[in-house]
């Protein structure tokens, strides 16, 4: 009889298995995911399938004729149609003005119907829903285009998930793709950005003070202001310059060339294809040419009115904005985000200087004084994993927050001089009403209706509680002051002309109303006179002259000075003018770009279509495969099981209910298929479902020694055949600054171990005692992550994050008498867990110093836990995601400096100190190709770990601890 002389095999787990069980249940891919457990309806029209939740069926109908419109015009004017359909999802789960566009798996639109009411960008429009589907539908036209080479991958591969070549005009810069959608949301509408003064402000101010971004900085993704808005700006008004000279037919002719290119990122080739001129060239064209305009524009406003200077009181850009002195006038408080930190609100006491954080926030927050020197704040905050609702809250002097309401859904607060309740704003079905709300027990009265014809923004008290004045859009890009009685009455239109008129406010003594409005072309202040009785408004005066441009004004309780928010290169600071009426003049002309009216007739179109309900099938089906290689194994200097090659596909229906992903490969010889395959099920929001199957073959790193019945001596070789069955559970807590994620999982494996021959043929000779076996797995993990990240952050700052599992493995198929028989029983536990810190502090330098500790240990014990269970070593001590900790131990326990593997053992250890720190903002790149350097940053650590045991006595292996590994 044979027999063999046994060398050693490492149990394996297949790690594609478990990332299949985690990945359904990630709780990064919640954050733009609308809530798959909503009342969906669908209805169809030519080319869209529009998906809404069930209250919405109106704002389906109107988006579906918006999108048909759209549709007709870019066919016309932009680049050939997709061939099938375009899914358009409208969502109402999150309190925030959004949408984006999609071409993998198939080309789907998401909508969230929150109307935008902040600023003059996005708030200069005739309808939010024309202007947001124009605008995502110009990248489903722009990006689905393919020709040539990646045309005929795309015939034979399908919609691979991948730029080049496959949607070749997602692999430009990210200035022609947002700049393209821009100027088509205001070419095919009759307002939108390009029209508007905001994007102009930016450009025109960066021109004038020093800060104009050159062609490669606009295509980088730098935090240097301003910042993921410099896509829109500079991308937007770049190709209205072209198109002025060059004709709008041009455009299509770009989006043509890049869809046809052989090599990619050739964006100069494409440009001069279209334009007749590079990029490069066109730029610098550009950038004279603005030189030029407003050089004159400065030395033509000079000559209209002194320019306005206001002293400064913050000197830092980004966001200081809605500067409010508190009601016995000694401390101001503002909103801030200066990109190095959380968004809070500031206060400068006004005697001293002195200026500190009252709050930190979840967002760029409105907020109001209360009589008793509080502050009344809005933001927005997650009430279950998916969605995120305004509300407001209530701070003292500690900077300690107090709920107010609850899923209020509530902005723009403004307290009443009795302090007893405020008039805010609340969203509701695509649009948004004046109510009042109890600051006692948080119920809502409201002042209006919920009507798509009208919305509001930035209410605010008169002094002695008997008026209140509101922004208010009306459908044709009115963006107006009104005046009403705290019932709700309009009693004046105090404007009606097309420039956004935003954050009015009130003279301390109640006779003046002041606001900002581009109505000049650039953000100025502006006021009126107020009756004291009837509240009539008197003549519109001009109160400033800027160059820059200037918002959201206050007036400080003695009448001495208004405090606003000035623009400038670097983002908006906190300044301040004398409040001097008798110097304020009239105002300049309406700007010829708010002069021509609005066809606001066509804004009542709607499909007449009725939804059915959701189904999932028509955009579950797989959209693509793509082939995948599996590497042979080696064993020594023998290719023991040859490298497979195969295919992989996915899907995800359009609101993320069902998910699944398969992957194969096929081989000659022993391993035939390798592969796995994974499904989750998101129906019921939380919790998470997931379910795996795979199937791997595995060969041992050294070859065996076989004994043969004549005492020969042959090499053979161990192989393993691995088939898993698995389902999992997971639930999720999800806030603004922290998650929580729970999972459970269970999974079955069937393990076949056979002998190949020298001749790589299954032997017949040499065999294992138990070649088969049956393991039965349960495992639960618990990850909790609060670090963030600023846009300046050079690393995680200010949090924690903690992973533990706890893993039991059982053997089903082992006779009693060898349990607990190390080396046939393959039953073990174990633990694993790591815990990392970072804490942030202000140094030299464009960002945050970090502190960073990680501490990671395990323990696994039972007969199965031999002495290569964990491994310690090697990696590169990159910043993974604590989802993606359990993909592979030896990351787990990495020290750098050293091989994997280092040292090994059912117990184990590894922690890691860290000094992370900025050397230099560069925001520079290779001209257009996709190269960009943002900064450069260093880091100090100290790595150290081990791992030993079992020590199981003089018969058995003994592992014990050796000198710790540092690095």
Excluded: C
Excluded at 254 to 268: C, D, H, K, S, T
Excluded at 327 to 347: C, E, H, K, N, V
Excluded at 382 to 402: E, H, N, P, V
Excluded at 791 to 808: C, I, K, N
């Amino acid at each position: 009889m044979a027999r063999f002389d046994k060398v050693g095999i490492r149990p394996r787990l297949l790690w594609a298995f478990a990332a299949a069980l985690l990945l359904p249940v990630s709780p990064g891919v919640l954050s733009a995911q609308p809530p798959p457990g909503e009342d969906w309806r669908t209805l169809e029209t030519e080319h869209f399938r529009v998906t809404y939740p069930r209250d919405l069926l109106e704002l389906a109908q109107r988006a579906g004729e918006r999108a048909e419109r759209a549709w007709t015009a870019l066919e016309e004017t932009l680049a050939e149609p997709p061939k099938k359909m375009v899914d358009l999802v409208l969502t109402d789960h999150a309190d925030i003005s959004n949408g984006f566009a999609q071409v993998f798996p198939s080309n789907r639109i998401v909508v969230f119907v929150p109307p935008p009411v902040d600023g003059f960008g996005l708030p200069f429009m005739d309808e939010w829903l024309e202007l947001v589907v124009t605008h995502e539908l110009v990248h489903t036209f722009h990006q689905d285009r393919a020709r040539n080479l990646g045309g005929v991958l795309r015939t034979i591969f399908g919609r691979v998930p991948l730029e080049w070549p496959f949607f070749p005009g997602s692999a430009t810069p990210g200035w022609t793709g947002e700049g393209m959608a821009t100027y088509y949301e205001s070419e095919l509408t009759q307002a939108g950005r390009v029209r508007g003064s905001f994007h102009e402000m930016v450009v025109r101010t960066a021109i004038l003070e020093g800060g104009f971004e050159s062609i490669d900085q606009t295509s980088g993704d730098s935090p240097v202001w301003p910042g993921g808005q410099r896509y829109y700006i500079y991308g937007s008004l770049f190709l209205k310059y072209l198109m002025d000279l060059h004709g709008s037919e041009a455009m299509g002719s770009f989006v043509e060339a890049v869809a046809g290119q052989w090599i990619p990122y050739r964006l100069n080739a494409a440009a001069r294809d279209a334009f007749g001129i590079s990029f490069s060239d066109a730029w610098s064209a550009w950038e004279i040419s603005l030189e030029a305009r407003y050089a004159a524009l400065r030395d033509s406003l000079t000559r209209f009115a002194p320019l306005t200077v206001g002293e400064a009181i913050t000197d830092e850009g980004y966001y200081a904005w809605s500067p409010e002195p508190s009601r016995d006038g000694q401390t101001l408080a503002f909103a801030r985000a200066d990109g190095r930190s959380d968004p809070q609100i500031r206060l400068i006491d006004l005697t001293s200087g002195r200026e500190e954080k009252l709050v930190r926030t979840n967002n760029l927050s409105q907020f109001s004084w209360t009589p008793t020197g509080e502050i009344l704040f809005s933001q927005v905050e997650f009430t279950d994993s998916y969605r995120r609702r305004g509300d407001l809250f209530l701070t003292g002097q500690g900077g300690r927050a107090t709920r107010i309401s609850d899923a209020g859904r509530l902005d723009h607060p403004d307290v009443s001089p009795d302090g007893r309740r405020a008039v805010a704003v609340q969203e509701g079905f695509g649009t948004n009403r004046l109510v009042l709300v109890d600051l006692a027990d948080g119920s809502v009265e409201p002042l209006s209706e919920y009507v798509e014809e009208a919305l509001w923004s930035y209410p605010q008290w008169s002094p002695d509680g008997r008026w209140i004045a509101a922004s208010r859009w009306r459908p044709g890009a009115f963006f107006d002051v009104a005046l009403l009685d705290p019932r709700g009455e309009i009693l004046w239109e105090v404007t009606r002309d097309r420039g956004v008129d935003n954050g009015p406010t009130w003279s301390p003594d109640g006779r003046w109303l002041l606001w900002s409005s581009d109505r000049s072309g650039i953000p100025n202040l502006f006021g009126v006179s107020v009756d004291p009785e009837t509240a009539q408004p008197g003549t519109l005066r001009q109160i400033t002259n800027f160059l820059g441009g200037g918002a959201f004004p206050s007036v400080d309780p003695r009448g001495e000075w208004i405090y606003y928010s000035s623009y400038h290169a670097d983002g908006w600071r906190v300044e301040r003018i004398p409040f001097r009426p008798d110097e304020w003049f009239p105002p300049a002309p309406l700007h010829s770009r708010f002069e021509t009216g609005s066809d606001v007739a066509r804004l009542r179109h709607r499909v007449d279509l009725e939804g059915e309900p959701y189904s999932p099938f028509p955009t579950l089906l797989p959209t693509y495969w793509a082939p995948t290689y599996r590497e042979g194994d080696q064993a020594g200097d023998v290719e023991v099981l040859a490298p497979g090659y195969g295919l992989m596909t996915s899907g995800e229906d359009l609101v993320g209910r069902h998910s699944y992903s398969f992957a194969g490969t096929y081989s000659g010889g022993a391993a035939s298929f390798n592969g796995f395959g994974s499904y989750s099920y998101g129906g019921l929001e939380n919790p998470l479902f997931g379910l795996a199957a795979s199937q791997s073959y595995d060969a041992g790193s050294r070859p065996w020694a076989g004994i043969t019945e004549a005492d020969d001596t042959v090499p053979i070789f161990l192989v393993e055949r691995e088939r898993a069955l698995g389902a999992s559970v997971a639930l999720f807590r999800r806030r603004h600054r922290n998650s929580t994620t729970l999972t459970v999982g269970a999974s079955h494996v069937w393990e076949e171990r056979f002998f190949l021959e020298e001749n790589l043929e299954e032997s017949d000779r040499f065999r294992l005692t138990r070649p088969d076996v049956r393991l039965a797995e349960a495992r639960a993990t618990l990850s909790f992550g609060n670090a963030r990240r600023f846009p300046f952050s050079v690393s995680p700052e200010d949090g924690v994050g903690l992973f533990l599992r706890a893993r039991a493995r059982t053997d089903l198929t082992l006779a009693d008498s060898l349990k607990d028989v190390t080396g046939s029983d393959r039953s073990f536990s174990d633990l694993i867990g790591r815990f990392v810190a970072y804490k942030g502090f202000r140094g030299p330098g464009f960002g945050n110093h970090v502190l960073g500790i990680r501490a990671s240990g395990g323990v696994a014990g039972g007969p199965g836990a031999d002495a290569f269970h964990f491994e310690v070593g090697g990696a590169s001590g990159a910043n993974l995601p604590v989802e993606f900790i359990d993909l592979g131990q030896g990351l787990f326990f990495p020290v750098r400096g050293y091989p994997t593997a280092s040292r090994w053992g059912r117990f184990a250890w590894s922690a890691s100190l860290e000094y992370r720190f900025p050397i230099k903002l560069v925001n520079r790149g290779a001209g257009l190709f996709p190269l960009h350097l943002d900064w450069i940053s260093g880091v100090l650590f100290f790595d150290g770990g081990n791992a030993w045991g079992p020590e199981l006595g003089v018969r058995g292996f003994e592992n014990p601890a050796r000198d710790a590994l540092y690095s």
